[in-house]
Structure formats: structure tokens, C-alpha cells
């Protein structure tokens, strides 16, 4: 339960209009969308481990940029959507996003969840209940759906699935639930939050999900956690090994929280930390 509300209080922190389009982004033979569902201010109270210098060096405004973020992927003729954001019965712009794509609920083949906190998975479904995408299937790491709709028996979650019955895919991490994309275990945030390696062609993709929340003190401090992570020990051990492999194999990440369009290439520093590029102008996602 203080999980849940610790998960709404971010929530109701969001304000703000997410109106940002952005052309797509080219790796290799895929075409990466990002997708602003919205965009505010949290305050630096949600940090865990930071130090008052610290929150006042990379913090200096005492309040944190918050976003949330979803991805559309093309790949051939195939649409997969990673994540879903907020909702629009919560204030949620995935849907306007994907609209001013020309895409329609019906395009997408695939939703894929990196976690499920409800600014990832609120628009599973519309305000009667009803499943958004009636083609898609819905893939979820087992670890991450049994903690919530068995341990947990959050309602909001099952009611969430409840309308994909039949269509709702659980993996392991490891596995690929589909050619090209495999599930990496970034477990921390929550016990089965996922990382999905992306590849098509020459071109390769990390959608790192809640890896980084605020990343203008996470990247340089990356053992900082946030209120919200469920393990507040292990949330950075996962974000220093998937950071590390981004770093290391030249691959971009595409984060749900980080500034807008998401898309970044990361590179270590001395120290122990990390710093970020955004994507080209040329809307080309180039590791260094």
C-alpha cells in the first residue's frame, strides 16, 4: 500500500500539457516515435541518498523536471508500443500522440510494459474499462505481473489486464517474447521491472523504462533512489548495470522519465558516474 501511494503522489505532482511531437528517430531499419504523455515538477523531497550539497549543486531550484514518456517502435510493418502512460481519464496525451501520427489503437501489434505503475499502464484502457487496443498483445515480465495482481491484489492492475484476457504474454527475464526483442532484468524499481533490448537490422535500442527518473542528478549520482522505487537498495545496482552496458556497447536508451524526446547515448565518467547526448538534429540516434 505505501508503494501505491507514493506512486499516486508522483502522479498528482505531473502538470502541465504534453503537447511535444517530434519526427521519428532512424536506427538502422527501425523508426523510433517518442510519445509525451506529460510533463511537470516534483519536488527534491523524493530523493533517497542524496545529501543536502548534492540536491543543492544539481538541484539548485529545489525541484525536480518530471515526465512521462512512451515509445512507439517500427519495425517493417509492425508498430510496438512500449508503455502506455497515464490514461487519458487520468490527463494522459498518448493517445493525442499517437493520433497526431496518423496511428490508431488498432495499428498497434504489441504493447510491451516495462513495469506496472499506473503512469506506465493506465492507458491499457479507456474510462468504461474497456481495452484501448483490440489487436495488440500485452507482454509483461511474470515476476512483475504475480507481485501485483497476486501478492499485491492491486485492484487498478487486474481490472488494468482484466479486458485482455487471452491476449496478456508473461516472460522471463532473458527470453525474447518476440524476434529482436529481449527482456532484461532491471528489477528494483519494482521486483519485475524490465529493460527491453531492441534490435532490428544494424540498429539496436534499450527502452529503459524508470532506470533514470531525474536524470540531471541520477546520471552523475546514480546511486541516488527515489521514494517510489520498491527495493532502494537494488534500484541503482540496476541502473548502474544497465547504464553501464548502454555505455560500454554503444547502444542508445530510450527512458520513460528522462527530458523530452527521451532518446540519449551514454557515456562514463570518472568517478563512478555518467553523462548523456541527446539525439542529433537529423533525427539519427549515433552512439559516439
Keep these: 500500500m505505501k508503494q501505491i501511494i507514493l506512486s499516486l503522489l508522483f502522479l498528482m505532482l505531473i502538470t502541465g500539457t504534453a503537447t511535444a511531437q517530434s519526427a521519428p528517430f532512424k536506427l538502422g531499419s527501425m523508426q523510433v516515435f517518442p510519445?509525451?504523455?506529460?510533463?511537470?515538477?516534483s519536488?527534491?523531497?523524493?530523493?533517497?541518498?542524496?545529501?543536502?550539497?548534492?540536491?543543492?549543486?544539481?538541484?539548485?531550484?529545489?525541484?525536480?523536471?518530471?515526465?512521462?514518456?512512451?515509445?512507439?517502435?517500427?519495425?517493417?510493418?509492425?508498430?510496438?508500443?512500449?508503455?502506455?502512460?497515464?490514461?487519458?481519464?487520468?490527463?494522459?496525451?498518448?493517445m493525442d500522440a499517437l493520433k497526431a501520427l496518423?496511428?490508431?489503437?488498432?495499428?498497434?501489434?504489441?504493447?510491451?510494459?516495462?513495469?506496472?505503475h499506473m503512469d506506465h499502464v493506465g492507458g491499457l484502457t479507456d474510462a468504461n474499462g474497456k481495452a484501448i487496443f483490440s489487436k495488440a498483445e500485452v507482454y509483461v515480465s511474470r515476476v512483475e505481473r504475480e507481485w501485483w495482481c497476486e501478492e499485491q491484489k492491486d485492484k487498478n492492475i487486474i481490472?488494468?489486464?482484466?479486458?485482455?484476457?487471452?491476449?496478456?504474454?508473461?516472460?522471463?527475464?532473458?527470453?525474447?517474447?518476440?524476434?529482436?526483442?529481449?527482456?532484461?532484468?532491471?528489477?528494483?524499481?519494482?521486483?519485475?521491472?524490465?529493460?527491453f533490448h531492441v534490435r532490428a537490422g544494424e540498429g539496436e535500442l534499450l527502452v529503459i523504462g524508470d532506470i533514470l527518473h531525474f536524470a540531471e542528478i541520477q546520471l552523475p549520482l546514480p546511486q541516488i533512489a527515489v521514494k517510489y522505487d520498491t527495493c532502494q537498495e537494488k534500484a541503482p545496482k540496476a541502473r548502474k548495470y544497465i547504464l553501464d552496458m548502454a555505455a560500454d556497447k554503444k547502444i542508445p536508451v530510450a527512458?520513460?522519465?528522462?527530458?523530452?524526446?527521451?532518446?540519449?547515448?551514454?557515456?562514463?565518467?570518472?568517478?563512478?558516474?555518467?553523462e548523456a547526448s541527446r539525439a542529433t538534429q537529423e533525427n539519427q540516434v549515433r552512439p559516439f
Design 35 to 41: 510519445l509525451l504523455d506529460a510533463q511537470g515538477k
Design 255 to 274: 527512458g520513460m522519465h528522462c527530458p523530452f524526446p527521451g532518446l540519449w547515448c551514454i557515456a562514463k565518467k570518472s568517478g563512478g558516474g555518467y
Design 159 to 195: 481490472k488494468a489486464f482484466a479486458p485482455y484476457e487471452g491476449r496478456l504474454r508473461v516472460f522471463e527475464f532473458g527470453e525474447s517474447p518476440l524476434p529482436g526483442i529481449t527482456a532484461i532484468d532491471a528489477s528494483g524499481h519494482t521486483p519485475g521491472h524490465t529493460v
Design 102 to 116: 496518423d496511428v490508431s489503437p488498432s495499428d498497434i501489434d504489441a504493447v510491451f510494459l516495462t513495469h506496472l
Design 43 to 94: 519536488p527534491a523531497s523524493l530523493l533517497v541518498g542524496a545529501t543536502e550539497e548534492q540536491v543543492a549543486q544539481y538541484v539548485p531550484e529545489g525541484e525536480l523536471r518530471s515526465q512521462i514518456l512512451a515509445f512507439l517502435v517500427k519495425i517493417s510493418d509492425q508498430n510496438f508500443l512500449f508503455d502506455t502512460g497515464l490514461g487519458t481519464a487520468r490527463g494522459g496525451k498518448v
